[in-house]
């Protein structure tokens, strides 16, 4: 029963079998490798996109923070939502590669950022010239850190605003897999049809042992990037075993199939757990996160039986609050199963109602 | 008629005189001047304190954002209001000079820092580990952007919080000489004795040309202030101009006298302002600035006459609210008299009360 | 006949094995899997140094560039070789993660820094007080750039001189197994007892698909290097997938039987190539790489047959220079055979002498 | 007899006059005042630039080092001289303000660089595509540190070098009064007619207190400087003192006539040093600094005299070396007086030959 985090996850046997694959022999180093120009073609036409440049990197910060150095100055700031991984979980990536760039927090609902709060934000930022930051780019996460996800309409809407202000927009797709299968649209229409210039594409959240892909739909920055990514320390000799990864991961479509999986445990879970008395959720279950309210006594009973996953917010614990329910997150990945699922409903479910 | 800014005044008579007197002969550079080792006394005595170390710089964003990189790392965070000025009029300098730092916003009334949401705010900070910044330092601004004042025991409630949880305490006193005579204690209360570890006492804002100190009460971190002032390009060759300035600044206590000037005329304002029908003090009047709504009549006449000040908030325009009242800030300086107050008042109060 | 560098290579069956091993059921994310914990107490017992702490990133740039910035202040200077990879091969990555020090350059043969030229490097860097860059760190590449290896004796006449100096020292290993193995001692011979603080332990080159290991042999600045690895984005979420391999790597001695194939296969490029006439060792073969000139008929028939390996310096070409020979950097790697070695030195051979 | 540096001197009369006009009654802040408008159409005219723009700053560092920043990217390089300001007296300050670019330093004689190692110099740089720092500007320091001077043709031989790279030309011009009037050419031909983009134009080393001018001849790039400069902590409130000096400065060639008088004391320095037996020349004496070595014992009695100058290079001592002679540096300013030299001359004469 584990549920605290897709990245506790193994990877599938393709991606396993791509390495040893790819692990025949010499081979170009640098990502001159040829199995990286068929991977770059693979993700143009995927993403209708023949323009399009590629690159990959080994985590999601490495991704976010390099594109958003490309789009924004030093002396500008991205705005995105307070629940963002960039503004949350990344130790401040964002300000290390920028330069010393700011981030903007922009509410709403759900943690998608409210497109009237944008614009507000953005009004703001330009009240007195030289004496305040710029503004930079936009910064989206889809699916989001509440598990919702951004329709190609909600994505339109807050890249118009940027557009009409004349700023790039970035999207954190570290979990894009499982926004694209939610949202039942082609990559193209959740991307640069909707406005965004760059996108960090995850895999490793979805299966892989650590590669994320940042692809340029506009490829004016590419040499830029390049520079940044290897002045990072984010340019692998032995590239082979990242292409080889993301090959594998977007191969007859297995990258939607593990995110289907995902959405569908989580799903599975959320009907479960609501269908609990005293339940509640605090965010929709779009995506594969779970974020609920359960009786106390519910989480007593699966912690006893060793299902991990973290209250939230994180700032909770299980007997500091009044309430007779807590709060928490529960994240399927591609390898959980319905019969995890049902064993740890069937933990919380009998005895809730009364704490003990 | 000027009330834009407390920086659109001139000096006073003695720093001329202090600049034409420095002026004979040679003198040591870069701050080995005797005027420097005079000046660094005189304010170790003023504010009771020995061991400080104290270094000359010309502008107030320079004094706090090299003030603040000497307290903060580069993957922390300074707790400020989010009007502070370093928030706000500093395009990201403390971001700059820190190597990426991030400020954490913390709400409170009338532009000062509430204590319990200082308190909630590092507790936040601190919740996941390595993943999100780390908490670095707090900064107060004393006076605040909105006009008002911190009392000793309001700052030494805020640094409490800070040691508690090991943080340093950062003062912007771009207003420190307002502050003080507004609060009535001595140097050493509003500093050191209430918990602060740095502060920059301002002089540019209240009758120098551009000279600012910046007092560091614990010299363990002055070698480092050292090299990070002339890294920044802020260590002046011909440093006697502006040790000459300050020591004219803190001589014979004209600098609480030239701030006692601007508070006097921003009190006669605020009375007279707020005397009149239909008006309302956004904040207390408590330093040298005034915060009010009055009739949009009284603000077409007091343009019509020239008069100079900024609506407040800047996005504001005269015609573009539907209330009959308009809000502005007026800034009173050293060099403001009663008959400019006086003038003021009879330009904006006779039509007021019906818009035109 | 792949003699471009020894980052063409795959990795060995062992690495494979302990990837698929590694990848059963859920695991702890960020280094707190069980597998970590092991790798460190090896790591530790190895190096005779049980309160180092280690850390693991994927890219020899970014364990040199998020070392010394844990090493040199932002003002400060590291004193290394000019041919230092940190220096010529990262595209200024310690200068980015230090927050803009500098590199001082010091000379010495066979891209070993020479310990005269140290001590007046750092001699010179003391002239001016506050107006230049202060000494920051040493650096030492072992093995260097040059296929040469410093003795621990000779590290630690540098690292004599850093001491006295008060500065510490840094030691670039991303070829440290081929040093270990050429010099014959141990570990901590090489490193702590000759006065290195922190070694960057190089997996890639030497058989892994992009793993280094930073060993802080003071533990003072372990959190501020976790700090610095995260904002850097070098912390892998599947971070198993790091220990997994780095842990094959080390045990039963694989990491020096991999090394000692690498070099005994120079060593053996090196002896047939010096025993053609009108060919010259330009550094003496220590490690894993050869750096000879030999008669450009011989390139000649190299290039013809497919060998791949660089004209050395880089900037020359086949037909550019009017000499009769031309010089050539020739890397093995614990997969370069025998046979690949005597196929190279007949093609390069016979005909050599006379150029077509 | 004070010869250590021109910053030890104070202002000419007709810069406290200035000051005492600027400070009547109120004025525009940040560099709204009237008086920059002037002075940015004055210096325009004086460059025969009409489109280009001028800011102020108060030291040669923050001008050098903004403006460098506006030219090089932070993955790039900027070559200068080893004796260059930049790289040696500003602490690191470009490298600060650049975000960690790096200086590559190209050798010539009397501290102007040789064109052809300009060339080389970038020839090596573009050696190894993505893994080495790029060419990013060049950097010339006109008068330079040897007190030798470029004549226009020399820049216009670096600046052509720059050119067909596709590099920017920036110019130290810290003493560009006192090259301008050695070379006896106008302000356009010492800058952007010989290919020069940015004019950092000193003024505190030849008669300010503290004020530099940046002429970005291609206006660009101009807003951000502005940016960068607010956020560097270098745009004065209270501009009106800076732009006051400026102007005076300026003003009926007052800046060429005090500079004439600094070369002319230097040339009358050099020629009395070189007429003593036993004295040689270091550099040819071109502006308002005469490097030279003289016999240990006249230095002895210029010490007893009092007179102010330093050994140079800066890590000798009086007693340190064998040789009859010792070197050093005699800095002459706009207030350098015949007598002086004479007096200077009279106290290192009489005695010279024979060491006691």
Redesign the interface.
């Known amino acids: 029963m584990?549920f605290a985090?897709d990245?506790?996850?193994?990877?599938p046997p393709q991606v396993?079998e791509a390495?040893?694959e790819a692990?025949?022999?010499?081979?170009?180093?640098?990502g001159a490798e040829a199995a990286m120009t068929d991977l770059r073609d693979d993700i143009r036409n995927m993403f209708e996109a023949p323009e399009a440049q590629v690159y990959l990197?080994?985590?999601?910060?490495?991704?976010n923070?390099?594109a958003l150095a490309c789009l924004c100055?030093?002396?500008a700031t991205v705005y995105c939502h307070p629940n963002a991984h960039v503004e949350?979980?990344?130790?401040?990536?964002p300000?290390?590669?920028?330069?010393?760039?700011?981030?903007t927090l922009v509410e709403g609902p759900h943690a998608k950022m409210d497109p009237a709060a944008l614009e507000r934000a953005i009004?703001?930022t330009a009240?007195?010239g030289?004496?305040?930051?710029?503004a930079g780019a936009i910064s989206i996460t889809n699916a989001t850190e509440a598990g919702t996800v951004y329709t190609p309409d909600e994505v339109a809407a807050l890249a118009g605003i940027a557009r009409a202000h004349d700023l790039p927009v970035h999207m954190d797709g570290a979990r894009f897999a499982n926004a694209l299968v939610a949202a039942g649209c082609s990559p193209a229409e959740m991307t640069w049809k909707a406005g965004v210039d760059v996108l960090c594409l995850g895999g490793?959240?979805n299966g892989?042992?650590?590669v994320e892909a940042v692809v340029l739909f506009d490829p004016a920055r590419a040499w830029?990037f390049?520079?940044?990514r290897?002045?990072?320390?984010?340019?692998?000799?032995?590239h082979r075993?990242l292409s080889a990864q993301m090959g594998a991961y977007l191969r007859d479509g297995l990258w939607l199939k593990l995110a289907e999986r995902a959405n569908a445990a989580a799903s599975r879970l959320s009907r479960g757990i609501t269908a609990l008395p005293g339940s509640t959720l605090l965010h929709p279950t779009q995506a594969n996160a779970v974020f609920a309210a359960w009786p106390r006594a519910g989480h007593r009973q699966a912690q006893a039986a060793g299902a991990?996953y973290y209250l939230w917010?994180?700032?909770q614990t299980l007997d500091g609050l009044g309430h007779e329910t807590v709060s928490a997150r529960l994240v399927c990945s591609w390898c959980t199963t319905e019969e995890d699922v049902d064993h740890f409903l069937a933990t919380i479910g009998p005895a809730s109602g009364h704490d003990r």
Chains 1, 2, 3, 4 share one sequence.
């Open positions: 584990q985090s990245n506790t996850s193994p990877v396993l390495l040893i692990n025949h022999g010499y081979a170009m180093p640098y990197v080994a985590t999601g910060t490495a991704a923070a390099l100055p030093p002396w949350e979980d990344e130790c401040g990536a300000e290390f590669y920028t330069g010393g760039a700011k981030l009004g703001f009240r007195a030289v004496h305040n930051v710029q490793t959240k892989l042992m650590g830029e390049e520079l940044r290897k002045r990072g320390g984010h340019l692998f000799s032995k075993y991990q917010p994180m700032d």
